[in-house]
């Protein structure tokens, strides 16, 4: 597994997300309710970046172009138009700095 750093924990604030621009595919990255989250950026209906969605409390993430809601923790769409799942990542937090780890 590669391990990609993300930020620093002070650095994303619960209730935002943040864009990592890696290979093979941009990772956007959550903090829902002080705990982190990571899906691919690209929405899996079209051409959206998640990062950019609407965070809800309770662990759901809309798609800001045709506002299909995903499950952060495990990428499952929730509503149409989206059918298709965001594959996830774990991510691990050590000495207040954040990682994601790509299969
Ligand atoms: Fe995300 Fe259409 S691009 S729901």
Same mark, same amino acid.
């Given at each position: 597994? *590669?391990? &990609?750093f993300?930020?620093s924990? #002070?650095?994303?604030?619960? =209730?935002? @997300? ?6 093979? *595919?941009? %990772? /956007?990255?959550? #903090? %829902?309710?002080?705990?982190?989250? /990571?899906? #691919? ?5 079209? #051409? ?6 609407? &965070?809800? *409390?309770? =662990? ?7 506002? /299909? ?7 499952? !769409?929730?509503?149409? !138009? @989206?059918?298709?799942?965001? /594959?996830?990542?774990?991510? +691990?937090?050590e000495n207040d700095s954040i990682y +994601?780890?790509?299969?």
């Amino acid at each position: 597994m *590669e391990k &990609i750093f993300v930020c620093s924990k #002070n650095d994303l604030p619960e =209730g935002e @997300a943040i864009k990592v621009d890696c290979q093979p *595919e941009a %990772i /956007a990255v959550f #903090n %829902i309710g002080g705990s982190f989250h /990571a899906m #691919n950026d690209k929405c899996s209906h079209g #051409n959206a970046s998640m990062s950019e969605g609407y &965070i809800e *409390e309770d =662990g759901k993430v809309e798609c800001p172009l045709h506002s /299909a809601l995903f499950c952060v923790k495990t990428g499952k !769409p929730l509503c149409l !138009p @989206a059918t298709d799942p965001i /594959a996830t990542h774990p991510v +691990v937090v050590e000495n207040d700095s954040i990682y +994601v780890l790509l299969k």
